[in-house]
């Protein structure tokens, strides 16, 4: 299959689909941390999303997707078998919303933000109408649940875990994915983690969570994007 995976610059999710044989390739406008700039389309993914798009890296506009990947070499695909999709969620989850808000934030900066979300919406629905017949769209719990619609299915990475001593995967963080031509991912029968044994509490008594524990270590920012390598894994088994 020829598989895009969208706003991905760890490539956790294509180099999964690779390493089963698909030819996958990540696009993002970042360089990618996942060691495979082969893989790599570097530059705005609506460009390549669809067959009537401008290419990158040609001159001319043809009813196939063209572009280069990052070590130079040219490719063409007729069409996306499928795409999975992460668009930005900085403006789009339900943490963001506390700025809408005149308790937090001042108007200038809330009319502001309001234009930023409605891009973000917009650029979200590029992924939604994409001519593909398989699509995967991730994101957090947040607006796109209510201004679109509700989720096909909310996934956490214990769901995907070998085991519970499965570190790296044994956590807790919801994943919105809305569907199209794609069954629900199967999941294992693990119990939800307990926070409060894995991670400690607040002052409070709150159970610290996942990217609580991050924060701490100072290791949030482009971590807390990353795909979970048994959700990537699940994506490339089960939808590959």
């Not at 609506?46 to 506009?61: R, Y």
């Not at 930005?88 to 200038?108: E, G, I, M, Q």
Request: hydrophobic share 35%; with cysteine; proline share 6%.
């Amino acid at each position: 299959m020829k598989v895009l995976v969208a706003c991905e610059e760890s490539q956790r999710v294509c180099t999964a689909f690779r390493e089963r044989g698909h030819e996958a390739y990540s696009c993002d406008i970042q360089e990618p941390s996942g060691g495979h700039p082969e893989w790599h389309i570097l530059g705005d993914v609506l460009k390549v999303l669809n067959p009537t798009e401008h290419d990158i890296g040609f001159g001319d506009k043809d009813y196939c997707i063209r572009f280069r990947t990052m070590d130079g070499k040219e490719h063409q695909v007729l069409r996306w078998d499928l795409i999975i999709a992460h668009p930005p969620c900085t403006y789009l989850t339900n943490v963001a919303t506390r700025h809408h808000s005149l308790k937090f934030t001042p108007l200038d900066k809330i009319n502001k933000r309001t234009e930023q979300r409605i891009d973000a919406m917009g650029f979200f629905m590029r992924f939604v109408n994409a001519d593909c017949e398989r699509i995967a769209i991730e994101n957090p719990v947040g607006v796109m649940n209510t201004c679109y619609r509700k989720p096909d299915q909310i996934i956490h990475p214990y769901m995907f875990a070998q085991d519970m001593n499965d570190a790296e995967n044994y956590v807790t963080k919801a994943t919105c994915l809305w569907l199209k031509g794609l069954p629900p991912l199967e999941t294992n029968s693990l119990p939800r983690p307990d926070n409060k044994e894995l991670f400690g509490v607040f002052p409070s008594g709150k159970a610290r969570t996942w990217e609580d524990s991050l924060c701490r270590s100072g290791g949030a920012g482009k971590n807390r994007s990353k795909t979970f390598p048994g959700i990537a894994n699940a994506f490339a088994e089960q939808w590959g």
